[in-house]
């Protein structure tokens, strides 16, 4: 509006109140250019079309408002209403002024409405990534939240299958073996410690603490064989090839699909033994844990084998579980990336 009144402080004449008025009418409606695009455009060309109509006035074209109108309106309208309003302005325009003067009013109409339309796409850019982060934001809690589950139902589970046992063996031994009954109850504390230990560093991980415990790697599962020992399972370990480097999560997977796997052992294989064997090959790590229980996949848990399976697919691996083929045991297999 300012540039459109200034020709009438700068230019000599005796200028009446039409011309001025009909430079406010043409700017007042860009007010609400967001929330009506369309009536804005409307009301703003229709006042601009009485600018020579009025008596005397500055020789200008007063083109301001209908172009900021027209980049409105191709920004925020629908697509039937900004295609309508440019062909009717453009139409319009040819119609209604010499051939000179509309065609510079068409380029600028057109240049406005492109420019529109290039604003109204950035902005669905922005804000269709901005959905993509928020979605990407909430897989990745809910990753977390199912990572830190299975955590705790591992490190729970394998806690209380291992005090159950020696609990249960314990007054068997009292009487009898001293000496066992109490290697039992000491086992019964070092996997109570051992599960306190790790919820601490879990409940950590969701308290964002930095002091957090770190996560059990490939080198804690000589510990682990140890523990299951004391439960009354022997336990081989072995490995074999060159080790080679591993992701943090799939250090962490590598030992927790043993965990529970050695958990299935005790809680329902009545196993005497197990073996753990960890063959490293080319780009991967093979996990075999193999025991002489009873054989059968009922035998090892349902939502423990899934647990396995789903853990391994998390950082793209694969586990596969099921009898031995001398029909004495158990076999689980998890291949990981290294």
Not at 128 to 142: G, H, I, T, V
Not at 310 to 317: L, S, T, V
């Amino acid at each position: 509006m300012a540039a459109q009144l200034w020709p009438f402080a700068v230019r000599d004449g005796e200028y009446g109140w039409w011309g001025y008025a009909v430079v406010v009418a043409s700017a007042v409606p860009l007010l609400w250019r967001r929330e009506a695009p369309l009536a804005a455009l409307v009301l703003s060309l229709a006042a601009t079309g009485l600018y020579d109509f009025g008596g005397e006035a500055p020789a200008q074209p007063v083109w301001y408002g209908g172009i900021v109108a027209m980049h409105a309106v191709a920004a925020h309208s629908g697509r039937r209403a900004r295609v309508a309003a440019l062909v009717v302005s453009i139409g319009g325009t040819v119609l209604l002024v010499g051939p000179e003067p509309a065609f510079r009013t068409v380029a600028l109409l057109a240049a406005a409405y492109a420019m529109g339309r290039a604003a109204a796409a950035s902005a669905e850019r922005v804000a269709r990534l901005a959905r993509e982060r928020e979605l990407e934001a909430e897989r990745a809690a809910e990753r977390e939240r199912a990572r830190i589950a299975r955590d705790m139902h591992d490190i729970l589970s394998h806690a209380v299958s291992v005090m159950v046992v020696q609990a249960e063996a314990g007054p068997v031994v009292l009487r009898a073996d001293p000496t066992r009954a109490e290697a039992a109850f000491d086992a019964i504390a070092a996997a109570g410690r051992d599960a306190m230990t790790q919820l601490r560093g879990i409940l950590a991980v969701l308290e964002d603490d930095d002091s957090r415990a770190p996560q059990p790697t490939l080198d804690d599962l000589p510990a682990l064989a140890d523990q299951v020992r004391a439960a009354g399972v022997d336990v081989g370990f072995a490995t074999g090839g060159t080790p080679l480097p591993l992701r943090p999560d799939v250090a962490v997977a590598a030992y927790r699909t043993t965990q529970e796997a050695l958990t299935n052992v005790v809680k329902h294989a009545s196993a005497g033994r197990a073996d753990v064997r960890l063959d490293w090959r080319d780009d991967e790590l093979v996990i075999s844990i193999t025991d002489d229980g009873r054989g059968t996949a009922a035998g090892h848990g349902g939502r423990g084998l899934i647990g396995i399976r789903e853990r391994a697919a998390a950082c793209g691996g694969t586990a596969h579980a099921g009898p031995r083929t001398d029909g004495r045991g158990f076999r689980v297999v998890v291949r990981l990336p290294a």
